[in-house]
């Protein structure tokens, strides 16, 4: 059983370009989290997403982000128009199910640089 | 969220013992004790969790405290591989998909 899939590993936009972010969870998850961590920070909340659903975006900024889960295909994060701050590592966990008592499963990682 | 505190930082030497703390005075009925680990460049690494009982695995221990106000990962012989970020995170049902909420987490030097 494949672990969680973040693709691509390492990703440079310029200024202004999009940046298009993929997580293949853990087969039969149904449940994404996308955490963001700047440099020499923390890891800090984004978004969660069931199949088709965006159930808690409460950590995304505002504008130029999005996230979308459907139901053939990973589990996208978009940046549009990219600025340098935006520069990170972008993690998603899976998880079986939504429930405190259940492992989540994290990726590698994307780390966008933005030049 | 339920906070929880941890030392900033510990030390180990190689092939001992290793007693990482955690307070979570305000802990719920219902939260789980979770922890994680992030080694160097890698995503956040699933380490073990609990409710009431103590529990063992095959990377560690944890070891709950009756009153569950605190808790400690016991790893049983440190190896250099282990050198990492340590968080203990409580999961609780109210949150969101139980989100995971991220502290500072305790770094863990492992000396030869």
């Known amino acids: 059983n494949a672990g969680v899939m973040q693709n691509p590993r390492h990703l440079v936009r310029r200024r202004g370009q999009e940046a298009r972010l993929r997580c293949s969870p853990m087969k039969g998850h149904s449940h994404v989290y996308w955490y963001r961590q700047l440099p020499e920070e923390g890891l800090k909340f984004m978004v969660y997403l069931q199949k088709e659903n965006i159930i808690d975006e409460s950590g995304m900024p505002k504008e130029r982000f999005s996230a979308e889960f459907p139901k053939e295909g990973p589990s996208i994060l978009r940046i549009q128009q990219v600025v340098r701050g935006d520069s990170a590592a972008y993690f998603c966990a899976s998880s079986p199910t939504g429930q405190p008592n259940t492992e989540a499963f994290f990726g590698q990682g994307t780390r966008l640089t933005v030049v | 969220d339920a906070k929880t505190t941890q030392p900033n930082s510990m030390e180990s030497n190689e092939e001992e013992p290793v007693h990482l703390p955690c307070n979570h005075s305000?802990?719920?009925?219902?939260?789980?004790i979770h922890w994680y680990r992030q080694l160097p460049s890698q995503g956040p690494e699933y380490v073990i969790h609990?409710?009431?009982s103590n529990v063992n695995n095959r990377m560690a221990s944890l070891a709950i405290a009756e009153d569950r106000k605190s808790s400690t990962l016991i790893l049983h012989r440190a190896t250099l591989r282990d050198a990492a970020v340590y968080y203990c995170i409580l999961r609780d049902q109210e949150t969101s998909g139980s989100r995971l909420t991220f502290g500072e987490g305790t770094q863990l030097t492992v000396n030869p």
């Open positions: 609990g409710l009431t």
């Open positions: 305000t802990i719920s009925g219902t939260d789980y």
